[in-house]
């Protein structure tokens, strides 16, 4: 029994070795074949890993662009793009209400937003920096969907406004540039250089017409130095009276002809007369003025009032703003022009803009920008009008309040 089991074992083993022997020959027989085939599987299983993680980097890299792109395009697209609701409160900050033009916006704001439909908050801050940017930051606590800002200075609001584009707030600048700051979407304004130019040329021109042939005394009046419109005034005056002064044909006898030598602090009517007694008596003792560039009415009011208070005949003034008071003196022919920018028309443009942004149609296209600084803001340019007794009445033949000063 036991030699039986053996030889059974035995027979066991030799089956088993002929067996692995039969396959070992069929797969030496297809040894070379397979080990290609292997190779090229291996090969094409690498290829494929490649180009699949390949693909992988490829689409991975285009959605990072795709979610790069989105994400910029959601930062450049402020939130008031899908408009707001009807009766929306719509914020107005004015730097003060110290002459007529600040007075006439105020009251037009009010008036012309409440018509729209809107519930307006129409503040002045008594040219205090710190008192507008807490009226500001009010406006944003109490919903405003934009916030128009005529700044005090227009290099001091950024802390503030960056508050009301973080909040969605939309932010128009009003007859001024807001500067050094991105929250800042677009400023309504008449052209400031556009208007200096103007007042340039009406001096030459007044110079001319009333005090017969050169070469002609005049002094030079700047506003505001905290104002950006201010240097923009004089700079436009200067590129119209600089050749004057080169060729001789004017003197300015101070020799006081940089903005900083010309600025009037705070646009402050008796801090000009100030000045204007100064250059008078320690310049034109022995001389009379025969013009001044003024960079607006009320400026110009102190300065023919200082030239009567020295005995100086009346000299060529130029003004702007087309205040009632200058609307006079330019029909009596004590100030020689101002210049009309309607506040109507800067009113009606930025409620114009105000409606686009209700609609969600977002800020209008416009061809004009300025470099605040920060960023180029959109400019809603309009086109100032000098105003001289010749055509005084033709200027204001829509405006019965300034017309009923020239009866």
Known sequence: MQKKKIMAMMLSVVLTVTTLTACSSAREGSSSSSDEKKSEATTETATEAESTEEAADTTEATESTEE???????????AATEGFEEGATIGVSLPWLGTQNWKEAETMFKEELEKAGYKPIVQA????????????????????????????????????????????????????????????????????????????????????????????????????PADPNAPNFFKGAMSVLQPEIDAGNIVVVSGQTEFTQCATEDWDNAKAQKRMDSLLAGNYSDKEIDGVL??????????????????????????????????????????????????????????????DLKDGKGMP???????????????????????????????????????????
Request: hydrophobic letters at 35%; glycine letters at 10%.
């Open 68 to 78: 790069t792109a989105s994400d910029s395009e959601a930062e450049a697209t402020p």
């Open 125 to 224: 801050a008594d040219q205090k920096v710190p008192q507008q940017q807490q009226q500001i930051e009010s406006m944003i606590e109490n919903g405003a969907k934009v916030i128009v800002v005529g700044p005090i200075d227009g290099t001091q609001l950024g802390s503030a406004l960056e508050q009301a584009k973080d909040a969605g707030v939309y932010v128009i600048g009003y007859d001024r540039l807001i500067e050094n700051t991105e929250a800042v979407d677009g400023v309504v304004q008449f052209g400031s250089v556009r208007t200096g130019e103007l007042q340039g040329q009406a001096l030459l021109d007044g110079l001319k017409k009333e005090k017969g042939e050169g070469p002609y005394n005049i002094e030079l009046f700047g506003g505001g």
């Open 365 to 407: 296209a416009t061809d004009v920008t300025t470099d605040n600084g920060k960023k180029e803001v959109p400019i809603y340019e309009l086109d100032p009008t000098v105003v001289t007794k010749d055509n005084a009445k033709e200027v204001f033949a829509n405006d019965p309040d300034r017309l009923a000063l020239m009866d």
């Open 294 to 355: 003024s960079p607006n009415d009320g400026i110009a009011r102190a300065i023919v009032t200082a030239c009567e208070d020295a005995g100086q005949p009346n000299p060529v003034v130029t003004g702007l703003d087309a205040e009632n008071e200058s609307v006079e003196w330019v029909w009596q022919g004590k100030q020689y022009c101002t210049v009309a920018k309607p506040t109507q028309d800067l009113v009606a443009k930025s409620i114009e803009i105000i409606n």
